[in-house]
């Protein structure tokens, strides 16, 4: 579904991503682990074309998509829920769910998104008329959730969804991205919280200083002995 071939990027002079490559095959659940600034959320940011790679080639759907402009990317059936949810707080709950559908026009097609949205979440349902401001980190998670199932994408792009969240938050969050991912929407996952991203991905890349250091399956992963000191608190 997705391929990412030896991309580099850079901000300026500097080099952040230095040849990434990988692949998400449709259903999978793929989870890239890595310290802060490893380049986790440039490597997100690349693929859905808010920045761009100074050479190599990403593919979405079998299409080229390494020049296309974002919001064509989001029409393609890729959404991306950014690190600090960056939702609207002046707007309600339901005002920024609507934004999620800016790609929609037909009105029943977005009101049966938004049932289907309140039904995964029903606590942005019950606060559906509040100011999204309002809300606390783990119901502002779900909410920019929310607006990221809004456009109905085959691909689902979540970076850091457990920043700031306590433990329990956490665990509900990864519950929900799971029945997300049973449901039939194939999962990008970024996190720092590798011990809980591990256990709900299939697949699984380690970042380190913009070079993909290990892959392999979750299980194979959460098994070494490098991953487990490094990422899982192993001493
Ligand atoms: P974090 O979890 O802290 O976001 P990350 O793995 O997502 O970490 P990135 O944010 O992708 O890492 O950063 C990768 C590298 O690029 C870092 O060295 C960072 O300092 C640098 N970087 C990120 N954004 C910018 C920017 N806008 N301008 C210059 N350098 C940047």
Redesign the pocket.
Known sequence: MLTVNNIQVY??A?Q?LHGISFEVNEGEIVTLI?A????????LRTISGLIRAKSGLIEFMGQDITKTPAHKIVKMGLAHVP?GRKIFPNLTVHENLLMGAYTKSDRTEIAASLENVFQRFPRLKEREKQHAGTLSGGEQQMLAMGRGLMCKPSLLILD?PSMGLSPILVEEIFNIIQEINQLGTTVLL?E?NAFMSLQIAHRAYV?ET?RILLSGTAADLQANPKVRSAYLGDV
Do not use: C, R
């Open positions: 901000y300026g500097i952040a890595g802060n600034g490893a380049g986790k959320s440039t490597t690190e850091e970024v720092q970042l913009g």
